[in-house]
């Protein structure tokens, strides 16, 4: 299921380098540094769970990550209401920032719901490994040797 993660990530990697470098040819990247975090923060855990681990560690890696992609979109959803609120209709930066903004949330949400679904394909539970005899573990090994040993 890491497979999924792939594609998304890069697509997201291409659309950041975009609106970075738009965001920084009009001189109004200061006023998007929450995207910008975002962005990377996307990117970094987007090719985290990528990557081919165990399902045990993918489960949990995939668990933690859930919270964390909440946090990211509720990042995304402060730097629109901090776009907004400075809104200037003549500017088309703030447009961007706006329509961009609305691209990395739905984004969030595709990464948060697959991530959970991640989380959730497996019940993770303690499994207690019974050795088959008290020799495995060491107790009385060299009298059970002994007693093996026929004359």
Known sequence: MAQH?????IFSVFIGIWYWTFQ??????SKVTLHIFTVIARTFYGM????????VLQIVLARMLT????LILAVDILQIIIILQDFNHYILSDAIGVLFGILYVI???????????LSTTHQLGIRKIKPKNKDVIGFNKGANILKEIKY
């Open 5 to 9: 993660f792939i594609l998304p990530t």
């Open 24 to 29: 920084t040819q009009t001189g109004s990247i």
């Open 48 to 55: 985290l769970v990528s990557l081919p681990f165990e399902l």
């Open 67 to 70: 919270w964390i992609f909440f």
């Open 107 to 117: 984004l969030d949400l595709f990464f948060l719901f697959q991530v959970y679904a």
